[in-house]
């Protein structure tokens, strides 16, 4: 399940991945945010949040994350991801390092630095 987090600015999206996250949660919730956005403004501030009750993704979800990450490609001003799982945590700093905005990967623990970082 995909939520979008409250109370975050205007310019930022926010959303909490929990229990099994499924390619109808990208469809319904996760995509619809982003177009809206990109209508609104030209670039997205994206903050995500996989948490202790995040149990994974399942494969059409993966298809959908990797979609709505390229048909965007340059859109993406600011991307953070709070996880302690360590494979989204090397494969953020990995893949981060090609998109045209700043990626930062922050600990679970850290979910307060990265909204500041995030809004900022």
């Known amino acids: 399940m995909i939520e979008k987090i409250k109370g975050l ?5 926010g959303f909490n ?8 949660d ?8 982003v177009e809206k956005e990109l209508k609104e ?10 948490g202790k009750d995040f149990e ?3 494969a059409g979800a993966m298809w959908d994350d990797a979609k709505v990450g390229l048909s965007h490609f ?3 001003e600011k991307v953070a991801v709070v996880t ?7 494969t953020m700093k990995v893949f981060g390092f090609a998109m045209p905005g700043e990626v930062r990967v922050f600990g ?3 979910y307060s630095e990265a909204v500041k970082w995030i809004t900022d």
């Open 84 to 90: 302690d799982i360590e494979w989204l945590r090397v």
């Open 9 to 13: 600015p205007a310019h930022v999206l």
């Open 26 to 33: 990208y469809e319904k919730v996760l995509i619809p945010a």
């Open 108 to 110: 679970n623990g850290e």
């Open 17 to 24: 991945a929990k229990g099994k996250v499924t390619a109808e």
């Open 56 to 58: 994974g993704f399942e």
């Open 41 to 50: 403004n030209k670039k997205v501030r994206f903050l995500y949040h996989l």
């Open 74 to 76: 340059s859109a993406w």
